[in-house]
C-alpha cells in the first residue's frame, strides 16, 4: 500500500494529466468499479500530503524554536558569568568603599585632633604675641632710659672736663 501511494504521488507529480487519462480509462474499462478505488487513493494521497506537509511545517518550527533555545541557553549561560563577575566586582567594591570609608574616618580623626592642636597653638601664639608686645614696650622703654642715661652720663664727663 505504502508502495502504490509513493507510484501515485510520482506519477501525479510527473504527470497529472496523464495519470487522469489513465484513471478514466481504467474506470471505464472495469464499468466504474476501479474509480472508486482511484478516487480514494487520491483523496488518500491528497490527505497525506497536507500531514506531511503540516508535520514539515511543525518540525521547521520545532526546529526553529530548538535553535532559539540553545541560542538563549547559551546567552543565559554569558549573562549568568557576566552576573558572577559583576557580583565578585560589587564585593570586591564594597571591600573597598568600607576600606576607604575607614580611611577616611581614620583621617578625620586626626584632622580633627590637628584642629585642637592648632587651637592650642594659636592660643598660645595670641599669648606669645601679647609678650612680645610687652616686652617690645619694656625693651622701648629701657633703650629710652639707656639714651637718658647716656646723656646724663656725657653730661657729666663734659662737666668733669670742664
Avoid at 12 to 32: C, D
Avoid at 121 to 132: S, Y
Wanted: charged share 35%; proline share 1%; glycine share 2%.
Amino acid at each position: 500500500n505504502d508502495l502504490d501511494e509513493k507510484l501515485f504521488t510520482s506519477l501525479h507529480v510527473i504527470s497529472p494529466n496523464w495519470l487522469e487519462r489513465i484513471t478514466t480509462e481504467i474506470a471505464t474499462n472495469f464499468k466504474g468499479r476501479v474509480r472508486i478505488n482511484i478516487r480514494y487513493a487520491a483523496s488518500n494521497h491528497a490527505l497525506r500530503h497536507e500531514h506531511k506537509v503540516r508535520i514539515a511545517h511543525v518540525e521547521h518550527q520545532l526546529s526553529q524554536r530548538s535553535i532559539t533555545v540553545k541560542r538563549n541557553k547559551v546567552k543565559i549561560k554569558k549573562l549568568q558569568k557576566k552576573m558572577a563577575k559583576l557580583e565578585k566586582k560589587q564585593g570586591t567594591n564594597r571591600r573597598e568603599i568600607r576600606r576607604v570609608d575607614s580611611q577616611y574616618h581614620e583621617q578625620d580623626r586626626r584632622v580633627l585632633a590637628l584642629e585642637e592642636k592648632v587651637a592650642v597653638l594659636e592660643a598660645d601664639q595670641v599669648e606669645k604675641n601679647e609678650e612680645m608686645k610687652k616686652d617690645k614696650a619694656t625693651n622701648q622703654n629701657l633703650q629710652s632710659e639707656l639714651k637718658n642715661l647716656r646723656a646724663d652720663v656725657e653730661t657729666i664727663l663734659l662737666a668733669k672736663q670742664h
